[in-house]
């Protein structure tokens, strides 16, 4: 295995964070190296500011308000958790500038990649599915893209993705409780997979309170069973390595019939998705904001 070179160092870096390295190196210089990380230090020490990329459109009704007020609360948590998360909205805001694109305009993209999603779920397609679920929440993120992203995880057994795409459809706070629940039992599905069985059962008891269902509700109780049954057998720390080796392994791609690689775009709506200014203004005063 070779050494990586100067133009692999730099791939996805910065420009801020570029010139401090030597490009006729195959390693940064020293120099370099340290003022890097006092760049990265300054970031830490003064994060990102969300409403520089994600702005939230102006004079709109109250119920947009508090609809574009809980997504920026959801990608504020998020980009403070993951620096992937801030490369992605940053490259989300580059391309809104470059195409002059509104949010509205950029939610109807997403809309428009769900709907496409939801038509490959249905055909079997999980990961052309999963693909278009990831591109609609990175147009937009909406939690019913999410919260099916997590059901195709799960259909692929992929059970830390089910798990974090249902944790953050939650996480946005604009689910129903019908949906709500629906992620609640998808967590705890991929949760009892993943051995953490204490997780899954306040999932489904949270599920419960979401729906409130009563207690002989099937489908939850069905699960409830299942993880206690487990609970039993898993004793030990080698019990459970046991358990969660015999777990499904992921599908691989080339093993589901009829899926294909969905090719990536560039994440800008269609023409359908463009909105005039008066078709924008109709959004932000007649049209009440969508309900997941």
């Known amino acids: 295995m070779g050494l990586p070179n100067s133009n ?4 996805g870096a910065t420009d801020d964070r570029k010139t401090f390295f030597t490009l006729s190196s195959s390693f940064p210089d ?21 409403s520089e ?23 504020s948590k998020q980009c403070a958790k993951s620096k992937d998360a801030i490369v992605q909205l940053k490259k989300r805001s580059s391309i809104m500038k470059e195409e002059n694109l509104s949010e509205f305009e950029m939610l109807m993209c997403s809309a428009d990649f769900t709907q496409s999603a939801n038509m490959a779920f249905k055909a079997g ?6 693909a278009l679920y990831t591109e609609a929440v990175h147009a937009f993120p909406t939690p019913d893209a999410m919260n099916n992203a997590a059901a195709c995880a799960l259909k692929l057994k992929k059970f830390r993705s089910a798990d974090n795409w249902a944790t953050e459809s939650l996480e946005i706070d604009l689910l129903c409780p019908t949906k709500a629940a629906k992620a609640y039992h998808r967590r705890a599905t991929a949760r009892h997979y993943r051995g953490k069985f204490a997780a899954a059962l306040e999932d489904i008891i949270d599920a419960n309170r979401a729906l409130a269902l009563n207690p002989g509700d099937p489908s939850v109780e069905s699960l409830i069973v299942k993880i206690q049954e487990t609970v039993e057998t898993v004793k030990t720390s080698k019990d459970l390595a046991k358990y969660r080796a015999k777990q ?4 691989r791609r080339t093993s589901v019939p009829g899926t294909h690689a969905h090719r990536q775009s560039d994440g800008t709506p269609s023409r359908h998705s463009r909105l005039n200014k008066a078709q924008e203004l ?3 005063t007649r049209v009440d904001p969508p309900t997941f």
């Open 125 to 130: 397609n999980y990961f052309e599915a999963l």
């Open 8 to 11: 692999d160092i730099l791939e």
């Open 53 to 75: 990329l994600f702005k939230i459109p102006e004079d709109v009704s109250p119920a947009w308000q508090a609809f574009f007020d809980k997504v920026a609360a959801y990608l």
């Open 282 to 284: 109709q959004m932000k």
């Open 30 to 50: 020293p120099a370099g190296v340290t003022r890097c990380q006092q760049v990265v230090q300054a970031e830490n020490s003064h994060p990102l500011d969300v």
């Open 248 to 251: 499904p392994k992921p599908v």
